[in-house]
Protein backbone atom coordinates (compact mmCIF):
# COMPACT_ATOMS: atom_id res chain seq x y z
CA UNK A 1 0.00 0.00 0.00
CA UNK A 2 2.80 2.55 0.01
CA UNK A 3 2.17 3.24 -3.58
CA UNK A 4 -1.05 4.33 -3.09
CA UNK A 5 -0.04 8.37 -1.55
CA UNK A 6 2.32 8.95 -4.49
CA UNK A 7 -0.08 7.37 -7.13
CA UNK A 8 -2.98 9.54 -5.62
CA UNK A 9 -0.29 12.72 -5.47
CA UNK A 10 0.36 12.13 -9.25
CA UNK A 11 -3.05 11.40 -10.56
CA UNK A 12 -3.78 14.85 -8.60
CA UNK A 13 -1.17 16.98 -10.17
CA UNK A 14 -0.79 15.38 -13.64
CA UNK A 15 -4.19 17.11 -15.06
CA UNK A 16 -3.20 20.66 -13.28
CA UNK A 17 -0.06 20.25 -15.65
CA UNK A 18 -1.75 19.17 -18.42
CA UNK A 19 -4.03 21.85 -17.93
CA UNK A 20 -1.95 25.11 -17.71
CA UNK A 21 0.97 23.65 -20.50
CA UNK A 22 -2.35 23.44 -23.16
CA UNK A 23 -3.02 26.97 -21.92
CA UNK A 24 0.56 28.37 -22.56
CA UNK A 25 0.44 26.22 -26.07
CA UNK A 26 -3.39 27.48 -27.04
CA UNK A 27 -2.41 30.98 -26.15
CA UNK A 28 0.67 31.21 -27.22
CA UNK A 29 1.24 34.69 -28.30
CA UNK A 30 -0.67 36.25 -25.06
CA UNK A 31 1.95 34.25 -23.11
CA UNK A 32 4.80 35.48 -24.92
CA UNK A 33 3.77 38.81 -24.13
CA UNK A 34 3.00 38.12 -20.77
CA UNK A 35 6.36 36.42 -20.05
CA UNK A 36 8.14 38.66 -21.38
CA UNK A 37 6.96 42.29 -20.72
CA UNK A 38 8.16 44.24 -17.47
CA UNK A 39 5.61 46.74 -17.11
CA UNK A 40 2.49 44.56 -16.72
CA UNK A 41 3.90 40.89 -17.27
CA UNK A 42 6.82 38.90 -15.90
CA UNK A 43 9.87 40.60 -17.69
CA UNK A 44 11.52 37.25 -18.14
CA UNK A 45 14.18 36.95 -20.66
CA UNK A 46 13.73 35.12 -23.85
CA UNK A 47 10.24 35.04 -23.26
CA UNK A 48 9.33 32.90 -26.18
CA UNK A 49 12.16 29.79 -25.22
CA UNK A 50 10.30 30.50 -21.69
CA UNK A 51 6.91 29.66 -22.67
CA UNK A 52 7.98 26.75 -24.90
CA UNK A 53 10.30 25.34 -21.76
CA UNK A 54 7.83 25.94 -19.41
CA UNK A 55 4.49 24.67 -21.42
CA UNK A 56 6.32 21.86 -22.76
CA UNK A 57 7.59 20.67 -19.46
CA UNK A 58 4.01 21.15 -17.93
CA UNK A 59 2.39 19.34 -20.59
CA UNK A 60 4.93 16.53 -21.19
CA UNK A 61 5.58 15.84 -17.73
CA UNK A 62 1.98 16.25 -16.68
CA UNK A 63 1.05 12.94 -19.32
CA UNK A 64 4.42 11.70 -17.80
CA UNK A 65 2.74 11.71 -14.39
CA UNK A 66 -0.73 10.68 -15.04
CA UNK A 67 0.95 7.22 -16.79
CA UNK A 68 3.53 7.06 -14.63
CA UNK A 69 6.23 6.96 -16.85
CA UNK A 70 9.95 8.29 -16.42
CA UNK A 71 8.39 9.85 -12.67
CA UNK A 72 11.76 10.63 -10.70
CA UNK A 73 12.98 12.21 -14.25
CA UNK A 74 10.08 13.98 -15.54
CA UNK A 75 9.66 16.19 -11.82
CA UNK A 76 13.08 17.79 -12.21
CA UNK A 77 11.96 20.14 -15.29
CA UNK A 78 8.47 20.48 -13.34
CA UNK A 79 10.43 21.41 -10.05
CA UNK A 80 12.45 23.99 -12.41
CA UNK A 81 8.89 25.29 -13.56
CA UNK A 82 7.11 25.68 -10.58
CA UNK A 83 10.28 27.21 -8.86
CA UNK A 84 10.61 29.66 -11.69
CA UNK A 85 6.59 30.64 -11.47
CA UNK A 86 6.81 30.91 -7.61
CA UNK A 87 9.63 33.43 -7.77
CA UNK A 88 8.15 35.11 -10.41
CA UNK A 89 4.18 35.07 -10.55
CA UNK A 90 3.26 34.24 -6.80
CA UNK A 91 5.87 36.00 -4.72
CA UNK A 92 4.61 39.07 -5.28
CA UNK A 93 1.01 37.76 -6.21
CA UNK A 94 -0.04 35.36 -4.17
CA UNK A 95 -0.32 31.73 -5.12
CA UNK A 96 -3.97 32.66 -6.73
CA UNK A 97 -2.33 35.26 -8.80
CA UNK A 98 -3.36 33.39 -11.38
CA UNK A 99 -5.32 29.85 -11.12
CA UNK A 100 -8.97 29.89 -9.26
CA UNK A 101 -10.34 32.85 -11.26
CA UNK A 102 -9.33 31.46 -14.55
CA UNK A 103 -11.27 28.31 -15.90
CA UNK A 104 -8.25 27.52 -18.85
CA UNK A 105 -5.76 26.63 -15.51
CA UNK A 106 -8.38 24.74 -13.64
CA UNK A 107 -8.02 21.23 -12.94
CA UNK A 108 -11.61 21.11 -13.91
CA UNK A 109 -11.14 21.77 -17.50
CA UNK A 110 -9.26 18.50 -18.41
CA UNK A 111 -11.84 16.70 -16.13
CA UNK A 112 -14.67 18.47 -18.44
CA UNK A 113 -12.57 16.83 -21.68
CA UNK A 114 -12.87 13.96 -20.61
CA UNK A 115 -16.92 13.85 -19.40
CA UNK A 116 -16.73 14.15 -16.15
CA UNK A 117 -19.96 15.74 -15.05
CA UNK A 118 -19.28 18.37 -12.22
CA UNK A 119 -16.26 19.91 -13.91
CA UNK A 120 -18.02 21.87 -16.56
CA UNK A 121 -19.68 23.60 -13.39
CA UNK A 122 -16.76 24.34 -11.56
CA UNK A 123 -15.19 26.00 -14.67
CA UNK A 124 -18.21 28.32 -14.68
CA UNK A 125 -17.71 29.05 -10.90
CA UNK A 126 -13.97 29.54 -11.51
CA UNK A 127 -15.17 32.70 -13.62
CA UNK A 128 -17.27 34.10 -10.29
CA UNK A 129 -14.56 33.33 -8.39
CA UNK A 130 -11.99 35.41 -10.42
CA UNK A 131 -14.48 38.03 -10.41
CA UNK A 132 -14.71 38.29 -6.60
CA UNK A 133 -10.57 37.98 -6.58
CA UNK A 134 -10.41 41.02 -9.17
CA UNK A 135 -13.11 43.11 -6.54
CA UNK A 136 -11.43 42.21 -3.53
CA UNK A 137 -8.17 43.46 -4.43
CA UNK A 138 -9.77 46.49 -5.88
CA UNK A 139 -11.27 47.04 -2.24
CA UNK A 140 -8.01 46.47 -0.89
CA UNK A 141 -6.09 48.35 -2.86
CA UNK A 142 -8.23 51.68 -2.42
CA UNK A 143 -9.10 51.25 1.42
CA UNK A 144 -6.15 48.74 2.72
CA UNK A 145 -2.40 48.60 2.88
CA UNK A 146 -1.86 46.31 -0.01
CA UNK A 147 1.28 45.82 -0.80
CA UNK A 148 1.22 44.32 3.14
CA UNK A 149 -2.02 42.59 2.82
CA UNK A 150 -1.20 40.52 0.12
Do not use: C
Not at 3 to 26: D, M, Q, T
Not at 112 to 117: D, I, K, S, Y
Not at 124 to 132: D, F, H, M, Y
Request: proline share 6%.
Amino acid sequence: MDWLGPLALRLYLAPIFIGVGLHKFANWEQMVAWFGNPDWGLGLPAPALMVLLAASAELLGGLALLVGLATRLVVVPLMITMLVAAGSAHLDNGWFAIAPGDPHTSTAKVLAMVGVPAAEKSLENSVAVGERLSAAKSLLKRHGNYSWLT
